[in-house]
């Protein structure tokens, strides 16, 4: 079993940048693929971005390609997730979720274990 806590979340103006950060502790996380998912007021959860376990093959959502990067340090159970050129449409509360099993999943109900979620707001 794994717990995460996310963080790093705020306000920020359209263009702007945040990282935000997901503490894991419990099980060793090196051996979990970790996930962002975002879910926006009044919409279901959608997946963001996916890193393998060992941070070799990434996965991203198209409106985020070239904007987001998520990464991991195992030596800090820690997962990230970059933010640039932030837009409003990019509002959501954003939750990191772990996946045990063979590869990653951009699947929201693959994943087991999930943080509280941070909220992200983007003005205009």
């Known amino acids: 079993q794994v717990q995460l806590v996310e963080s790093g979340g705020g306000l920020v103006h359209t263009g702007g940048s945040l990282r935000l950060s997901c503490a894991a502790s419990g099980r060793t996380f090196s051996s979990y693929h970790m996930g962002w998912f975002r879910q926006a007021i009044g919409k279901e959860r959608e997946f963001v971005a996916v890193?393998?376990?060992?941070?070799?093959?990434?996965i991203y959502t198209d409106s985020v390609k070239g904007r987001f990067t998520i990464s991991k340090d195992n030596a800090k159970n820690t997962l990230y997730l970059q933010m640039n050129s932030l837009k409003p449409e990019d509002t959501a509360v954003y939750y990191c979720?772990?996946?045990?099993?063979?590869?990653?999943?951009?699947?929201?109900?693959?994943?087991?274990?999930w943080g509280q979620g941070t909220q992200v707001t983007v003005s205009s």
């Open positions: 890193i393998s376990r060992s941070g070799g093959s990434t």
């Open positions: 979720a772990a996946r045990s099993g063979n590869v990653p999943s951009t699947e929201s109900r693959a994943y087991a274990y």
